[in-house]
């Protein structure tokens, strides 16, 4: 790996949900774990005290207002998912022609993500009219900018035991012989009253571990309008959990046999989980998620009978069932992991992005 250490400044702010901070949160760890210097400004960093309750070697956070007192950047700015910089950055940026700036955009496998990666994007307006920012996008195939997957990844993974955190999350519920562990975040998605009826059919016994959150409340929800109580019923155990940080959420989906995920970071790390799951789209008004979903479909050769599953979890679909099978499919399983080693084989966003500014600076 190569030995660089530059100052990078990641700008963030939180739309909504915990995407943006939980995607910009894993760059700057893995920049830092690689020996780069990382501010991190953002404007709501709440949600790092449960992401990432013990920071990460070579990051600070800094509060998006204190960005009004900047007068020189690093040798990177990242301007994540077209966060608009503060002027006196923008200012900065304009002093400093050897900085790079780069807008990160969200994840898609979309064909325009190949054909957009690496552009240039004049600024026509502005303290830095006259610089150049540059589109970074990740992406699943090569000429995108790939996923964020840490050096240490497959070691971690490697050492990870299963049936020990199994045995510390049962809680009062003792796990039964052949139970099907399913990790639930999402939003509130059609059909999971119908889903959680389904599984509580079904001849194996289930545990839903599920995230804190909308997922919680949606579960709720769907367990009121079922007549069952909160924990769910003799077939299906449901477990709630609290908010864990961004380390014991990659446990949770290591540990399950079934990953629901939703938005972006937490369907990223599904797939460095190598099982089969369900993606909750974040869904957008004008529908647009609906090709974004289609296109992760294709690019990843999903199994036809998965696919009608995601259609209905995101409403693409009339039907409000979603035909849960009795037991998985083995196909399933093969998705996941030939999703994995695929996608392993490609190089990761982080050493992509690194090589990328170094030939943008040595020009
Ligand atoms: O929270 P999200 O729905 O975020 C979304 C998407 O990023 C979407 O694209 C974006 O436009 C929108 O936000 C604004 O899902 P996502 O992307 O999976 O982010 C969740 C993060 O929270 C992820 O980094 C994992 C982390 N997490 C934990 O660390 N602990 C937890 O207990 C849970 C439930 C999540």
């Not at 509060?63 to 990177?76: F, K, L, P, R």
């Not at 014991?248 to 939703?262: G, S």
């Not at 998620?289 to 690019?299: E, S, V």
Request: aromatic fraction near 10%; include cysteine; charge should be negative.
């Amino acid at each position: 790996m190569k030995q660089t250490n530059w100052t990078w400044d990641i700008f963030c702010r939180v739309i909504d949900n915990h995407g943006d901070l939980g995607v910009c949160w894993r760059l700057c760890a893995e920049l830092g774990a690689r020996g780069h210097h990382v501010r991190l400004w953002v404007d709501d960093g709440a949600a790092l005290t449960w992401m990432a309750p013990s920071g990460s070697l070579g990051v600070e956070v800094r509060s998006w207002e204190s960005a009004s007192q900047i007068t020189e950047v690093g040798h990177v700015v990242v301007e994540a998912f077209g966060c608009f910089l503060p002027e006196t950055v923008e200012r900065a940026i304009a002093q400093q022609p050897h900085t790079v700036w780069i807008n990160l955009e969200y994840l898609s496998a979309e064909n325009y993500v190949t054909r957009s990666h690496g552009l240039p994007s004049p600024v026509m307006q502005g303290p830095a009219k006259g610089c150049t920012k540059w589109f970074f996008y990740p992406g699943f195939t090569p000429g995108t900018g790939g996923l964020l997957r840490e050096a240490n990844l497959a070691a971690r993974q490697l050492q990870f035991d299963v049936a020990a955190w199994r045995s510390a999350m049962s809680g009062q519920q003792a796990i039964r012989a052949q139970e099907r562990w399913i990790s639930l975040f999402c939003y509130e998605p059609q059909g999971l009253a119908a889903l959680m009826l389904e599984l509580s059919r079904s001849s194996q016994p289930t545990r839903v571990c599920v995230t804190a959150g909308r997922a919680q409340s949606a579960t709720n929800q769907a367990c009121q309008a079922l007549g069952w109580p909160l924990f769910g019923t003799d077939r299906l155990h449901i477990t709630p959990l609290p908010h864990l940080s961004q380390t014991e959420f990659d446990h949770l989906l290591w540990a399950c046999d079934l990953n629901f995920v939703r938005g972006e970071d937490s369907l990223v790390r599904a797939l460095w989980a190598g099982k089969p799951l369900v993606w909750h789209i974040y869904p957008q008004h004008d529908l647009a998620h609906h090709d974004k979903l289609r296109a992760f479909f294709n690019t990843t050769h999903m199994p036809n009978s998965l696919r009608r599953v995601h259609e209905v979890w995101n409403g693409i679909s009339s039907a409000s069932v979603l035909d849960w099978p009795d037991t998985e499919p083995t196909d399933w399983a093969a998705w996941g992991q030939t999703c994995r080693n695929d996608l392993t084989a490609q190089p990761d966003l982080c050493t992509q992005l690194v090589n990328w500014v170094e030939q943008r600076r040595v020009r």
